[in-house]
């Protein structure tokens, strides 16, 4: 589905609660977890999946924040990412997103962003693009899927690979 094997996409998204997750609220959330989780693993185009030893990223902590919860994967591509998102059972999930996360005050919480092939990217790294994507919009540094841009090439790929 690739069509550019050299890169993968890495996709970080954070949101936060209306409630802790042992809130009757969340229940439904919670159920899905494990089972959306599963079906992302098991999608075409999937690479990585960032998790804790309860197999999801609900315990990572990024802010101070204890309601803030995060989403981290890597994918072989954009559209590999956009069909799970919007054309697989995860839809279900996504429009419900309201009824368990408060919105984000105009505030970016997705960030895409190309990545060498073989390369696990941390939590740090990622708020680092987020904090850019909020600062800066999207760019070809840190993207949506609203406003998309290709996996770097020429000197701009050499720059990124070292």
């Known amino acids: 589905m690739s069509s550019h094997p050299e890169w ?3 996709q970080y998204n954070v949101a936060r609660l209306i409630a802790p997750l042992d809130d009757p609220r969340l229940a439904d959330f919670v159920e899905a977890l494990d089972r959306i989780n599963k079906l992302g693993d098991d999608s ?3 690479v990585w999946r960032h998790q804790n030893a309860d197999g999801n990223s609900t315990g990572t902590r990024v802010s ?3 309601m803030v919860v995060i989403n981290y ?3 072989e591509s954009i559209e590999a990412l956009f069909a ?3 054309h697989s059972d995860h839809v279900e999930v996504f429009r419900k997103r309201r009824d368990w996360f408060d919105d984000h005050n105009g505030r970016a919480y997705l960030a895409m962003w190309w990545i060498p ?4 990217p941390t939590v740090e790294e990622a708020e680092e693009r987020l904090a850019h994507q909020r600062a800066h919009g999207p760019t070809p540094y840190c993207f949506t899927f609203k406003q998309r841009f290709p996996p770097p090439v020429g ?3 050499q720059e990124l690979r070292t």
């Open 8 to 10: 993968h996409l890495a």
């Open 44 to 46: 075409p185009g999937f």
């Open 64 to 66: 101070d924040d204890p």
């Open 73 to 75: 994967t890597v994918w």
């Open 84 to 86: 799970y998102t919007y």
């Open 117 to 120: 092939a073989g390369h696990i």
């Open 155 to 157: 000197a701009e790929s």
